[in-house]
């Protein structure tokens, strides 16, 4: 990094001290401290609605239950009444000992 005129100077993010490539918040600089004070209430505030069940975590209204607006309904393919081969009351010789 090119050296400045202001020795002070603190990265936003800074690399991790755990022996990862991951980079967190650097509490010296303002903008990192503003950070995590964010995310930290952001935290907060979305625990908060989960616990009290409101914003995106409210359950649906329940709705009153109504009957169907037609309690026998007649559909196309029911009109045809012919028997079906399963409908015999007769039995056939293969069932018969």
Known sequence: MPQRENDDYEPVFK??????NRYVYNPNNPVGMLLIIL???FALVMMFLMEEQKGPF???K?????PPIDDNPT??????H??????STTPTPSTTP
């Not at 690399?15 to 990862?20: A, C, E, L, P, Q």
């Not at 329940?62 to 109504?66: A, D, I, K, Q």
């Not at 559909?75 to 045809?80: A, E, F, G, L, V």
């Open 15 to 20: 690399k991790s001290n755990w022996g990862t």
């Open 39 to 41: 995310s930290v209430v």
């Open 75 to 80: 559909y196309p393919w029911d009109d045809d």
């Open 62 to 66: 329940e709705t009153p239950w109504s």
């Open 58 to 60: 409210e359950p649906p």
């Open 82 to 87: 012919s028997a079906t081969p399963s409908d």
